[in-house]
């Protein structure tokens, strides 16, 4: 298991941009595929994005493509998500979580570790 801590989410306006910092414990960061998810009040987590281990591949979810962007500095054990255009309805708790086994899980079951979450709101 590895621990994750999300930072970066706070009130913004539509159109502004803002990113998502998930900093990660240990030095095994590299061997796990890192995905980001969100939750709406009253909705069912939902996946956002995911990164490969190797940074080679990623995988949007249709809704995000074009203004949301999942990268990955194994150097700092931390992934990112940049928010460009955010919309309201990005508004959610965003989490990010860690898999070892799948390469681009998309499925929140499918994941091992999560983390805390990170506030995200956009004003209108």
């Known amino acids: 298991q590895v621990q994750l801590v999300e930072s970066g989410g706070g009130l913004v306006q539509a159109g502004d941009s803002l990113r998502l910092s998930c900093a990660a414990s240990g030095r095994t960061f590299s061997s796990y595929a890192m995905g980001w998810f969100r939750q709406a009040p009253g909705k069912e987590r939902e996946f956002v994005a995911v990164?490969?281990?190797?940074?080679?591949?990623?995988y949007y979810a249709d809704s995000v493509k074009g203004r949301l962007t999942i990268s990955r500095d194994n150097a700092k054990n931390t992934v990112y998500l940049q928010m460009n255009s955010p919309k309201p309805e990005d508004t959610a708790v965003y989490f990010c979580?860690?898999?070892?086994?799948?390469?681009?899980?998309?499925?929140?079951?499918?994941?091992?570790?999560w983390g805390q979450g990170t506030k995200v709101t956009v004003a209108s």
């Open positions: 990164i490969s281990r190797s940074e080679s591949s990623t």
């Open positions: 979580a860690a898999n070892w086994r799948f390469t681009l899980p998309t499925m929140a079951r499918e994941y091992d570790s």
